[in-house]
């Protein structure tokens, strides 16, 4: 059984739910999008695939505090390198994207991001989010 695992910079960010747009992917990344509870991409197309399930209670728009390694469930998520599960160590660090001024959950964070690739999450209306 292939296993997904993360890694995380250290210290570790704490990062509000409200204050996160969303996530994006890291450069090679395309097709990003999210299908029902799961963040689906593909890196360096057609070799790898990922399906990384969100976990319920941060997709949820909330005011909760959240670090990286506890927005995905591991156990439910998958990489497969042409369509075969492997075992994979994502990078997942919470950054600030200029291009936009909002935070995101970057994904394969030690490949940098592609601001192309992002996949928004719903907000929590009526909170008050500074520009940083």
Request: aromatic share 16%; hydrophobic share 40%; glycine share 6%.
């Amino acid at each position: 059984m292939a296993t997904v695992s993360w890694h995380v910079p250290t210290p570790n960010p704490n990062f509000v739910r409200a204050r996160c747009s969303g996530f994006i992917l890291g450069s090679g990344s395309t097709n990003t999008h999210i299908s029902g509870n799961f963040l689906e991409f593909d890196y360096l197309f057609p070799l790898y695939h990922g399906h990384l399930k969100i976990q319920t209670y941060f997709q949820a728009p909330n005011s909760n505090v959240y670090s990286a390694d506890y927005v995905f469930d591991a156990a439910l998520s998958t990489f497969t390198l042409s369509g075969t599960p492997i075992d994979a160590l994502v990078y997942l660090n919470y950054i600030f994207v200029p291009s936009e001024m909002h935070y995101r959950i970057n994904v394969l964070s030690n490949v940098g991001f592609d601001a192309a690739q992002v996949a928004d999450i719903v907000p929590l209306a009526g909170y008050w989010n500074p520009i940083v």
